[in-house]
């Protein structure tokens, strides 16, 4: 495989309110790298994570990984010392960035905003006129 692809998991604010977040973050790094597992073999693979924290169930899932091969990086701001962590980091920020541009009412055109997959051409466009103009919730719903 050549280029950059990236998968984006988002951890939900209730998650954060209700969970220990290193734990969280445990849990869903473990579930991303078992899904790429799916598609790679280890021993071509490099991990650079960051040390937030990292519990020890993900370390023995990443002992595993490199037992099978695969290059193993735990280190703190690791986004200081390895390409793919400051990429990583950047696209994080990018994504922060675009949500905080799709909240901003000035960004967006007829009720659309950047990334939301919604043409403005739209079938649902007549129908959405009408229910803001009928002040009905359902235009929440239905965009």
């Known amino acids: ?16 309110d209700r969970f220990n977040i290193n734990k969280i973050m445990d849990v869903v790094y473990q579930r991303i790298l078992s899904n790429f597992m799916h598609h790679f073999q280890a021993a071509d693979c490099r991990i650079v994570l960051d040390d937030y924290g990292v519990g020890e169930k993900l370390r023995r899932y990443l002992r595993s990984l490199e037992n099978a091969g695969a290059d193993v990086k735990i280190i703190h701001q690791a986004d200081e010392h390895y390409l793919e962590a400051r990429i990583s980091s950047l696209i994080a ?17 007829e009720g659309c905003n950047i990334g939301s997959g919604k043409s403005l051409a739209s079938p649902f466009r007549s129908l959405r006129r009408g229910i803001e103009a009928s002040g009905n919730f359902l235009n929440t719903i239905l965009l």
Do not use: Q, T
């Open 1 to 16: 495989m050549k280029g950059l692809g990236f998968y984006l998991e988002k951890i939900p604010p209730w998650h954060v």
């Open 93 to 109: 920020k990018r994504e922060k960035i675009i949500e905080a541009i799709g909240r901003d009412e000035e960004f967006r055109i």
